[in-house]
């Protein structure tokens, strides 16, 4: 299974830009899907998650600002991030729940984000 990630970039801050994350090697729709960053010196952390039924949930960090998206029908998932700040700077993955296996999830390759002032 390969997750394609892409949309990254580099953008001032207070712009914006939208992750896409193709899915579509999954034969069946995933129950989570999510996007995940990492920042240089720090861990990965959770951004956004949705679920099929879709709840969707955010990092405080970037309440108001992401809004995490899925098209069940392509297994894609996506990202719009808007008003930008320096601290967004990461690779930005994604990872997609195995829907066979609960337990067990993939991640995409990483797109990165640069933010700049």
């Known amino acids: 299974v390969q997750l394609q ?7 001032q801050a ?4 939208r992750l896409s994350c193709d899915a579509s090697s999954l034969l069946f729709s995933p129950n989570f899907m999510a996007w995940y960053r990492q920042a240089p010196g720090k861990e990965r952390e959770l951004v956004a998650s949705v679920r099929s ?3 969707k949930n955010y990092a405080d960090s970037v309440k108001g600002r992401f809004i995490v998206s899925r098209d069940s029908a392509k297994n ?3 990202l719009q991030m ?6 967004d700077t990461a690779v930005y993955y994604c990872n997609v729940q195995d829907p066979f296996e609960a ?7 990483g ?5 700049s002032s």
Do not use: I, R
């Not at 207070?14 to 830009?17: A, N, T």
């Not at 808007?82 to 601290?87: H, Q």
């Open 5 to 11: 990630a892409s949309g990254g970039g580099l953008v």
């Open 14 to 17: 207070g712009g914006s830009l």
């Open 53 to 55: 039924g879709g709840t």
């Open 76 to 78: 894609k998932v996506y």
């Open 82 to 87: 808007n008003s930008l700040e320096l601290e």
């Open 103 to 109: 337990g067990h999830f993939y991640w995409g390759q």
């Open 111 to 115: 797109t990165l984000v640069t933010v």
